[in-house]
Protein backbone atom coordinates (compact mmCIF):
# COMPACT_ATOMS: atom_id res chain seq x y z
CA UNK A 1 0.00 0.00 0.00
CA UNK A 2 1.38 3.89 -0.34
CA UNK A 3 1.83 5.29 2.60
CA UNK A 4 0.52 8.74 3.12
CA UNK A 5 2.97 11.24 4.62
CA UNK A 6 2.61 11.90 8.26
CA UNK A 7 4.53 13.13 11.34
CA UNK A 8 4.99 11.84 14.79
CA UNK A 9 5.94 13.72 18.07
CA UNK A 10 8.79 11.38 19.90
CA UNK A 11 9.37 11.89 24.03
CA UNK A 12 11.65 10.12 26.15
CA UNK A 13 12.54 10.52 29.75
CA UNK A 14 10.00 12.73 31.07
CA UNK A 15 10.87 11.87 34.81
CA UNK A 16 7.70 12.83 36.59
CA UNK A 17 8.16 13.07 40.12
CA UNK A 18 6.99 15.40 43.05
CA UNK A 19 8.83 18.58 43.51
CA UNK A 20 11.10 17.12 46.71
CA UNK A 21 11.90 14.82 44.73
CA UNK A 22 13.48 17.35 42.42
CA UNK A 23 13.73 15.11 39.07
CA UNK A 24 11.59 16.87 37.30
CA UNK A 25 12.67 19.88 35.72
CA UNK A 26 9.16 21.63 34.81
CA UNK A 27 8.37 21.72 38.73
CA UNK A 28 11.62 21.42 40.57
CA UNK A 29 14.47 22.67 38.83
CA UNK A 30 12.74 25.92 36.89
CA UNK A 31 13.30 28.41 39.44
CA UNK A 32 11.93 31.07 36.92
CA UNK A 33 7.99 29.70 37.04
CA UNK A 34 7.22 32.93 38.45
CA UNK A 35 9.04 34.79 35.73
CA UNK A 36 8.94 32.82 32.85
CA UNK A 37 5.70 32.78 30.29
CA UNK A 38 7.04 29.18 28.55
CA UNK A 39 7.40 27.20 31.91
CA UNK A 40 4.41 28.91 33.39
CA UNK A 41 2.63 26.77 30.56
CA UNK A 42 3.58 23.80 32.04
CA UNK A 43 5.54 20.76 29.26
CA UNK A 44 2.66 20.06 27.97
CA UNK A 45 1.90 23.71 27.10
CA UNK A 46 5.64 25.26 26.00
CA UNK A 47 5.06 21.91 23.80
CA UNK A 48 1.75 22.63 22.01
CA UNK A 49 2.85 26.09 21.54
CA UNK A 50 6.60 25.12 20.34
CA UNK A 51 4.70 22.55 17.62
CA UNK A 52 2.29 24.93 16.08
CA UNK A 53 5.16 27.60 15.67
CA UNK A 54 7.30 24.97 14.21
CA UNK A 55 3.65 23.98 11.73
CA UNK A 56 4.06 20.51 12.84
CA UNK A 57 0.90 18.67 13.35
CA UNK A 58 1.95 15.07 14.73
CA UNK A 59 -0.60 12.19 14.00
CA UNK A 60 1.21 9.89 16.43
CA UNK A 61 2.81 10.70 19.64
CA UNK A 62 5.56 7.79 21.07
CA UNK A 63 6.75 7.68 24.36
CA UNK A 64 9.56 5.19 25.02
CA UNK A 65 9.66 5.08 28.93
CA UNK A 66 10.93 6.77 31.91
CA UNK A 67 7.75 8.52 32.31
CA UNK A 68 8.47 8.18 36.19
CA UNK A 69 11.46 8.99 38.27
CA UNK A 70 12.95 6.30 39.89
CA UNK A 71 9.90 4.90 40.37
CA UNK A 72 7.87 7.59 42.25
CA UNK A 73 4.48 6.69 42.43
CA UNK A 74 3.35 10.49 42.69
CA UNK A 75 4.16 10.67 39.45
CA UNK A 76 1.56 8.58 38.25
CA UNK A 77 -1.26 11.20 38.55
CA UNK A 78 1.15 13.56 36.68
CA UNK A 79 1.97 11.85 34.27
CA UNK A 80 -1.57 10.93 33.03
CA UNK A 81 -2.55 14.68 33.25
CA UNK A 82 0.30 15.81 31.15
CA UNK A 83 -0.41 13.03 28.43
CA UNK A 84 -4.36 13.94 28.86
CA UNK A 85 -3.65 17.53 28.19
CA UNK A 86 -1.20 17.33 25.08
CA UNK A 87 -3.58 14.90 23.74
CA UNK A 88 -6.49 17.53 24.17
CA UNK A 89 -4.19 20.46 22.89
CA UNK A 90 -3.51 17.69 19.74
CA UNK A 91 -7.02 17.03 19.10
CA UNK A 92 -5.99 13.10 19.25
CA UNK A 93 -7.35 10.39 20.82
CA UNK A 94 -5.93 8.99 23.46
CA UNK A 95 -5.41 5.61 21.41
CA UNK A 96 -2.56 7.65 18.99
CA UNK A 97 -0.37 7.83 22.32
CA UNK A 98 2.21 4.87 22.23
CA UNK A 99 3.87 4.16 25.80
CA UNK A 100 6.12 1.76 26.33
CA UNK A 101 8.14 1.13 30.26
CA UNK A 102 11.38 2.31 30.70
CA UNK A 103 13.90 1.36 33.94
CA UNK A 104 12.69 4.52 36.08
CA UNK A 105 9.28 3.09 35.39
CA UNK A 106 10.14 -0.47 37.02
CA UNK A 107 10.35 -0.45 40.59
CA UNK A 108 13.32 -3.03 42.19
CA UNK A 109 10.48 -4.99 44.02
CA UNK A 110 11.78 -8.33 45.24
CA UNK A 111 8.42 -9.55 44.39
CA UNK A 112 8.54 -9.79 40.22
CA UNK A 113 5.05 -9.24 40.19
CA UNK A 114 4.52 -5.72 41.73
CA UNK A 115 7.81 -4.57 39.39
CA UNK A 116 5.26 -2.64 36.59
CA UNK A 117 2.61 -2.06 38.91
CA UNK A 118 3.19 1.22 38.61
CA UNK A 119 3.50 1.13 34.73
CA UNK A 120 0.31 -0.61 34.69
CA UNK A 121 -1.58 2.17 37.01
CA UNK A 122 -0.93 4.30 34.12
CA UNK A 123 -1.56 2.87 31.58
CA UNK A 124 -4.54 1.95 33.14
CA UNK A 125 -5.53 5.43 34.46
CA UNK A 126 -4.55 6.95 30.38
CA UNK A 127 -6.17 4.46 28.40
CA UNK A 128 -9.23 3.26 30.03
CA UNK A 129 -11.07 1.22 28.17
CA UNK A 130 -9.12 2.29 24.74
CA UNK A 131 -6.43 0.14 25.32
CA UNK A 132 -6.41 -2.97 27.85
CA UNK A 133 -3.48 -3.71 29.77
CA UNK A 134 -1.71 -6.35 30.89
CA UNK A 135 -2.03 -8.17 34.40
CA UNK A 136 -0.34 -8.39 37.28
CA UNK A 137 0.95 -12.09 36.90
CA UNK A 138 2.16 -11.01 32.93
CA UNK A 139 5.60 -12.00 32.46
CA UNK A 140 8.49 -9.43 31.51
CA UNK A 141 8.62 -11.31 28.32
CA UNK A 142 5.17 -11.23 27.64
CA UNK A 143 4.58 -7.01 27.76
CA UNK A 144 4.88 -6.52 24.07
CA UNK A 145 1.99 -4.95 22.23
CA UNK A 146 1.08 -3.78 18.89
CA UNK A 147 -0.59 -0.60 18.12
CA UNK A 148 -2.73 -0.24 14.81
CA UNK A 149 -2.75 2.77 12.68
CA UNK A 150 -3.13 1.40 9.72
CA UNK A 151 -6.48 2.48 8.65
CA UNK A 152 -5.34 6.15 8.93
CA UNK A 153 -2.21 6.34 8.51
CA UNK A 154 -0.99 2.80 6.84
CA UNK A 155 1.68 2.30 10.13
CA UNK A 156 2.02 0.38 12.62
CA UNK A 157 4.10 0.20 16.08
CA UNK A 158 5.14 -2.60 18.39
CA UNK A 159 6.36 -1.59 21.79
CA UNK A 160 9.13 -3.74 23.46
CA UNK A 161 10.01 -4.25 27.09
CA UNK A 162 13.78 -3.41 27.31
CA UNK A 163 13.25 -3.86 31.07
CA UNK A 164 12.52 -7.31 31.22
CA UNK A 165 15.79 -8.81 32.94
CA UNK A 166 15.70 -5.68 35.54
CA UNK A 167 16.25 -7.99 38.41
CA UNK A 168 18.17 -6.63 41.68
CA UNK A 169 17.99 -9.80 43.33
CA UNK A 170 20.21 -11.17 40.41
CA UNK A 171 22.46 -8.10 39.69
CA UNK A 172 20.49 -7.77 36.42
CA UNK A 173 20.68 -4.26 35.36
CA UNK A 174 21.11 -4.44 31.82
CA UNK A 175 18.75 -3.43 29.00
CA UNK A 176 17.17 -6.58 26.88
CA UNK A 177 14.41 -7.51 24.71
CA UNK A 178 15.16 -11.29 24.05
CA UNK A 179 13.88 -13.34 21.78
CA UNK A 180 10.67 -14.60 23.57
CA UNK A 181 9.72 -11.25 22.74
CA UNK A 182 10.67 -11.27 19.30
CA UNK A 183 8.82 -14.22 19.12
CA UNK A 184 5.45 -12.66 20.38
CA UNK A 185 5.91 -9.51 18.02
CA UNK A 186 6.27 -11.67 15.04
CA UNK A 187 3.34 -13.45 15.54
CA UNK A 188 1.39 -9.82 16.25
CA UNK A 189 3.25 -9.02 12.71
CA UNK A 190 1.24 -11.72 11.49
CA UNK A 191 -2.02 -10.57 10.49
CA UNK A 192 -0.88 -7.97 8.74
CA UNK A 193 2.71 -9.75 6.51
CA UNK A 194 2.74 -8.86 3.34
CA UNK A 195 0.95 -5.53 3.49
CA UNK A 196 3.57 -3.06 3.23
CA UNK A 197 3.28 -1.12 6.25
CA UNK A 198 5.08 1.40 7.73
CA UNK A 199 6.58 -0.28 11.04
CA UNK A 200 8.02 1.99 13.78
CA UNK A 201 9.68 -0.15 17.07
CA UNK A 202 9.25 1.54 20.13
CA UNK A 203 11.98 0.64 22.45
CA UNK A 204 13.90 2.05 26.29
CA UNK A 205 17.39 1.08 26.08
CA UNK A 206 19.63 1.45 22.88
CA UNK A 207 20.41 -0.80 20.60
CA UNK A 208 23.88 0.80 20.44
CA UNK A 209 26.08 2.97 21.58
CA UNK A 210 26.47 6.48 20.33
CA UNK A 211 30.05 7.60 19.32
CA UNK A 212 31.43 9.70 22.52
CA UNK A 213 29.37 8.40 25.33
CA UNK A 214 31.38 6.50 27.69
CA UNK A 215 28.40 6.10 30.68
CA UNK A 216 28.94 2.65 32.03
CA UNK A 217 25.45 1.99 32.65
CA UNK A 218 24.02 -0.73 30.89
CA UNK A 219 22.45 1.37 27.89
CA UNK A 220 22.81 -1.07 25.19
CA UNK A 221 20.88 -3.83 24.91
CA UNK A 222 22.87 -7.08 25.85
CA UNK A 223 20.82 -8.42 22.63
CA UNK A 224 20.83 -5.55 20.53
CA UNK A 225 22.22 -7.18 17.40
CA UNK A 226 19.79 -9.74 17.48
CA UNK A 227 17.82 -7.43 18.00
CA UNK A 228 18.40 -4.60 15.30
CA UNK A 229 18.71 -8.21 12.17
CA UNK A 230 15.33 -9.24 13.52
CA UNK A 231 13.87 -5.48 12.90
CA UNK A 232 15.58 -4.99 9.52
CA UNK A 233 14.38 -8.87 8.58
CA UNK A 234 11.00 -7.67 9.78
CA UNK A 235 11.19 -4.53 7.32
CA UNK A 236 10.65 -2.13 10.33
CA UNK A 237 11.86 1.43 8.62
CA UNK A 238 12.77 3.49 12.57
CA UNK A 239 13.46 2.92 15.53
CA UNK A 240 13.02 5.16 18.38
CA UNK A 241 14.37 4.68 21.95
CA UNK A 242 15.50 7.20 25.20
CA UNK A 243 17.51 6.05 27.82
CA UNK A 244 20.58 8.36 27.57
CA UNK A 245 18.91 11.46 27.51
CA UNK A 246 21.02 11.88 24.40
CA UNK A 247 19.65 13.34 21.11
CA UNK A 248 21.29 11.14 18.15
CA UNK A 249 20.62 9.02 14.98
CA UNK A 250 21.85 6.36 13.22
CA UNK A 251 21.20 4.85 9.42
CA UNK A 252 22.55 1.74 8.42
CA UNK A 253 21.98 -0.82 6.05
CA UNK A 254 21.19 -4.33 6.78
CA UNK A 255 21.27 -7.43 4.49
CA UNK A 256 19.75 -4.85 1.82
CA UNK A 257 17.01 -2.83 3.87
CA UNK A 258 18.30 0.53 5.34
CA UNK A 259 16.97 1.05 9.22
CA UNK A 260 17.11 4.64 10.98
CA UNK A 261 17.64 4.66 14.40
CA UNK A 262 16.59 7.65 16.41
CA UNK A 263 17.37 8.45 20.56
CA UNK A 264 15.46 11.34 21.90
CA UNK A 265 16.82 13.64 24.46
CA UNK A 266 14.93 13.82 27.97
CA UNK A 267 11.86 16.20 27.27
CA UNK A 268 12.08 16.52 31.28
CA UNK A 269 14.75 15.23 33.65
CA UNK A 270 16.17 17.50 36.36
CA UNK A 271 19.88 18.81 36.13
CA UNK A 272 21.12 15.13 37.75
CA UNK A 273 20.31 13.43 34.48
CA UNK A 274 21.51 16.41 32.24
CA UNK A 275 24.76 18.26 33.42
CA UNK A 276 27.17 15.43 33.58
CA UNK A 277 27.33 14.88 30.53
CA UNK A 278 26.70 18.61 29.04
CA UNK A 279 22.79 17.62 27.54
CA UNK A 280 19.98 19.75 26.50
CA UNK A 281 16.28 18.82 27.60
CA UNK A 282 14.66 18.14 24.20
CA UNK A 283 12.26 16.77 22.25
CA UNK A 284 11.97 15.32 18.13
CA UNK A 285 9.46 15.22 15.49
CA UNK A 286 9.43 12.63 12.74
CA UNK A 287 8.15 14.30 9.47
CA UNK A 288 7.61 11.36 6.84
CA UNK A 289 7.67 12.29 3.20
CA UNK A 290 7.94 9.12 1.37
CA UNK A 291 8.10 5.06 1.89
CA UNK A 292 12.05 5.84 1.97
CA UNK A 293 12.81 9.65 3.64
CA UNK A 294 11.98 11.37 6.53
CA UNK A 295 12.79 14.59 7.90
CA UNK A 296 13.76 14.89 11.73
CA UNK A 297 13.49 17.93 13.24
CA UNK A 298 15.10 18.64 16.47
CA UNK A 299 14.48 21.36 19.27
CA UNK A 300 15.63 21.95 22.38
CA UNK A 301 14.96 23.87 25.54
CA UNK A 302 17.20 26.96 26.07
CA UNK A 303 16.27 28.27 30.15
CA UNK A 304 18.05 31.42 29.27
CA UNK A 305 15.86 32.59 26.21
CA UNK A 306 12.63 30.12 27.75
CA UNK A 307 11.70 29.15 24.49
CA UNK A 308 12.42 25.72 22.93
CA UNK A 309 14.83 26.36 19.97
CA UNK A 310 16.62 24.70 17.04
CA UNK A 311 18.90 22.21 18.39
CA UNK A 312 22.33 22.52 18.35
CA UNK A 313 25.57 19.96 17.50
CA UNK A 314 24.34 18.71 14.25
CA UNK A 315 21.91 20.06 11.62
CA UNK A 316 18.64 21.02 13.12
CA UNK A 317 16.87 19.14 10.68
CA UNK A 318 18.59 15.57 9.58
CA UNK A 319 17.61 13.19 7.08
CA UNK A 320 16.27 9.75 7.95
CA UNK A 321 16.26 6.90 4.72
CA UNK A 322 15.18 3.60 5.12
CA UNK A 323 13.61 0.82 3.11
CA UNK A 324 14.90 -1.48 0.36
CA UNK A 325 18.20 -0.77 -0.83
CA UNK A 326 17.30 1.89 -3.88
CA UNK A 327 14.50 3.83 -1.94
CA UNK A 328 13.30 6.13 -3.59
CA UNK A 329 14.76 10.06 -3.45
CA UNK A 330 13.97 12.64 -1.23
CA UNK A 331 10.97 15.05 -1.85
CA UNK A 332 13.15 17.81 -1.85
CA UNK A 333 15.39 16.40 -5.40
CA UNK A 334 14.18 17.37 -8.38
CA UNK A 335 12.31 14.80 -10.45
CA UNK A 336 14.50 14.17 -13.53
CA UNK A 337 14.20 11.87 -16.38
CA UNK A 338 15.83 8.43 -16.14
CA UNK A 339 19.09 8.48 -16.28
CA UNK A 340 20.62 5.32 -18.52
CA UNK A 341 23.56 5.80 -15.92
CA UNK A 342 21.07 4.81 -13.19
CA UNK A 343 21.15 0.68 -13.90
CA UNK A 344 24.76 1.27 -13.07
CA UNK A 345 25.93 -0.80 -9.90
CA UNK A 346 26.83 1.62 -7.26
CA UNK A 347 30.26 2.55 -6.39
CA UNK A 348 31.39 1.13 -3.11
CA UNK A 349 32.70 3.53 -0.89
CA UNK A 350 34.96 2.73 2.51
CA UNK A 351 34.79 5.62 5.15
CA UNK A 352 37.14 5.49 8.27
CA UNK A 353 36.87 7.65 11.17
CA UNK A 354 37.73 7.22 14.89
CA UNK A 355 34.54 6.92 17.03
CA UNK A 356 34.71 10.29 18.46
CA UNK A 357 33.68 11.46 15.37
CA UNK A 358 30.93 9.49 14.62
CA UNK A 359 28.55 12.34 15.14
CA UNK A 360 30.30 14.17 11.84
CA UNK A 361 30.43 10.94 10.60
CA UNK A 362 26.60 11.24 10.55
CA UNK A 363 26.22 14.90 9.33
CA UNK A 364 28.23 13.57 6.39
CA UNK A 365 26.08 10.63 5.63
CA UNK A 366 23.24 13.01 5.70
CA UNK A 367 24.89 14.32 2.77
CA UNK A 368 25.34 11.64 0.77
CA UNK A 369 22.30 9.87 1.50
CA UNK A 370 20.89 11.91 -1.63
CA UNK A 371 23.64 9.65 -3.69
CA UNK A 372 22.80 6.90 -1.91
CA UNK A 373 18.89 6.89 -2.70
CA UNK A 374 20.24 7.31 -6.71
CA UNK A 375 21.83 4.52 -6.28
CA UNK A 376 25.02 6.17 -7.39
CA UNK A 377 27.10 4.86 -4.14
CA UNK A 378 27.30 1.96 -1.43
CA UNK A 379 28.44 2.88 1.94
CA UNK A 380 30.89 0.71 3.86
CA UNK A 381 32.28 1.64 7.29
CA UNK A 382 34.65 0.35 9.63
CA UNK A 383 34.10 1.55 13.32
CA UNK A 384 34.29 -0.09 16.56
CA UNK A 385 31.24 1.48 17.92
CA UNK A 386 28.55 -0.12 15.67
CA UNK A 387 27.19 -3.11 17.74
CA UNK A 388 25.60 -4.07 14.31
CA UNK A 389 29.68 -4.56 12.87
CA UNK A 390 29.90 -7.11 10.22
CA UNK A 391 32.25 -9.53 10.58
CA UNK A 392 35.81 -9.30 9.64
CA UNK A 393 36.06 -11.27 6.66
CA UNK A 394 32.95 -9.00 4.63
CA UNK A 395 34.88 -5.93 6.27
CA UNK A 396 37.84 -7.31 3.98
CA UNK A 397 35.78 -8.04 1.47
CA UNK A 398 34.49 -4.03 1.54
CA UNK A 399 38.13 -2.67 1.69
CA UNK A 400 39.26 -4.67 -1.40
CA UNK A 401 35.84 -3.82 -3.80
CA UNK A 402 35.63 -0.11 -2.58
CA UNK A 403 36.64 1.81 -5.24
CA UNK A 404 36.93 4.85 -3.07
CA UNK A 405 38.00 5.65 0.30
CA UNK A 406 37.22 8.73 2.60
CA UNK A 407 39.51 8.62 5.61
CA UNK A 408 38.23 11.38 7.85
CA UNK A 409 41.15 12.97 9.93
CA UNK A 410 40.96 14.09 13.37
CA UNK A 411 43.18 14.15 15.90
CA UNK A 412 41.60 11.34 17.15
CA UNK A 413 41.55 9.45 14.11
CA UNK A 414 45.92 9.47 14.08
CA UNK A 415 45.51 8.21 17.43
CA UNK A 416 43.21 5.62 17.28
CA UNK A 417 44.50 1.89 15.92
CA UNK A 418 42.52 2.61 12.35
CA UNK A 419 45.47 5.09 11.13
CA UNK A 420 48.13 2.96 10.08
CA UNK A 421 45.53 -0.31 10.58
CA UNK A 422 45.14 -3.35 7.79
CA UNK A 423 42.06 -1.02 6.05
CA UNK A 424 43.86 1.83 5.68
CA UNK A 425 47.53 0.17 4.66
CA UNK A 426 45.38 -1.67 2.25
CA UNK A 427 43.82 1.16 0.31
CA UNK A 428 47.03 2.84 0.18
CA UNK A 429 48.34 0.02 -1.21
CA UNK A 430 45.56 -0.46 -3.86
CA UNK A 431 46.29 2.98 -5.04
CA UNK A 432 49.75 2.48 -5.68
CA UNK A 433 49.22 -0.78 -7.41
CA UNK A 434 46.76 0.54 -9.39
CA UNK A 435 49.01 3.60 -11.07
CA UNK A 436 46.58 6.23 -10.37
CA UNK A 437 43.55 4.55 -12.22
CA UNK A 438 42.06 3.90 -8.61
CA UNK A 439 41.24 3.27 -5.86
CA UNK A 440 40.47 6.97 -4.65
CA UNK A 441 41.94 7.53 -1.39
CA UNK A 442 40.67 11.22 -0.17
CA UNK A 443 41.57 12.78 3.20
CA UNK A 444 38.30 14.92 4.62
CA UNK A 445 39.75 16.94 7.34
CA UNK A 446 37.39 17.61 9.93
CA UNK A 447 39.05 18.81 13.36
CA UNK A 448 42.46 20.91 13.33
CA UNK A 449 45.51 18.51 13.71
CA UNK A 450 48.95 18.10 12.23
CA UNK A 451 48.31 15.28 9.31
CA UNK A 452 50.20 17.01 6.38
CA UNK A 453 53.10 15.16 7.96
CA UNK A 454 51.76 11.80 7.92
CA UNK A 455 51.36 9.40 4.89
CA UNK A 456 47.74 10.91 4.34
CA UNK A 457 49.61 14.59 3.86
CA UNK A 458 50.52 14.11 0.11
CA UNK A 459 46.76 13.15 -0.95
CA UNK A 460 44.87 15.80 -1.98
CA UNK A 461 41.96 16.19 0.29
CA UNK A 462 38.98 17.98 1.26
CA UNK A 463 38.07 21.23 1.86
CA UNK A 464 40.11 22.19 -1.15
CA UNK A 465 41.41 25.35 1.01
CA UNK A 466 43.10 22.69 3.50
CA UNK A 467 41.02 24.00 6.60
CA UNK A 468 39.40 21.79 8.96
CA UNK A 469 35.26 22.14 8.78
CA UNK A 470 34.56 21.93 12.47
CA UNK A 471 33.84 24.87 13.33
CA UNK A 472 33.17 26.12 10.49
CA UNK A 473 29.64 25.67 8.70
CA UNK A 474 29.01 22.29 8.58
CA UNK A 475 26.54 21.85 6.03
CA UNK A 476 28.58 24.28 3.85
CA UNK A 477 31.25 22.38 3.55
CA UNK A 478 30.08 18.85 3.72
CA UNK A 479 27.75 19.52 0.56
CA UNK A 480 31.02 20.88 -0.83
CA UNK A 481 32.13 16.75 -0.11
CA UNK A 482 29.16 15.51 -1.22
CA UNK A 483 29.54 17.26 -4.60
CA UNK A 484 33.29 16.28 -5.02
CA UNK A 485 32.17 12.57 -4.52
CA UNK A 486 29.66 12.95 -7.20
CA UNK A 487 32.04 13.56 -9.65
CA UNK A 488 34.74 11.61 -8.65
CA UNK A 489 31.69 8.43 -9.12
CA UNK A 490 31.03 9.88 -12.71
CA UNK A 491 34.81 10.18 -13.34
CA UNK A 492 35.03 6.41 -12.23
CA UNK A 493 32.20 5.55 -14.18
CA UNK A 494 33.70 7.21 -17.04
CA UNK A 495 36.57 5.68 -16.81
Not at 104 to 129: I, K
Not at 257 to 278: K, Q
Not at 379 to 406: C, K, M, N, P, W
Not at 477 to 490: G, Q, S, W
Request: hydrophobic share 45%.
Amino acid sequence: MAHPSFTLLHLTDLHFGAAPAKGHYWNSEATELDLAPQNRRGLAGSLVRDLREQALRPALVIVTGDLLDRGAADGVPMAVAFLGELCAALALPRRCVVLVPGNHDVSRDPDPARRYALFDMLWAQFYGAERAGFGPSTAPWERVSRFDFVADLGVEVIGFNSCEALDPAGSQEHGSVGIAQLDRAEALLEATKGRDLFRIAAVHHHLMRPAGVHRDDFSVMDDAELTVRWLARQRFQLVLHGHQHLDWQDVREIEGWWLSTAGGASAGVASYGRRAWMLQLGYQAVVVDSPGVARRVRREYDPQAREWIAAGKGAAVQELHFGARLAAPPLSAPRAAPDPRRELAPVDVFIMFAPKDRELRDELDTHLSALCHAGAIRLHYRDSTDLGAVEQDAIDAAVESAEIFLVLISADFLKSPYFGGPELKRALARSRESAGRGPLVIPIYLRRCDWKQTALGALRGLPRDDLPISPRDHDEHFAAVADALRAAVERLRRA
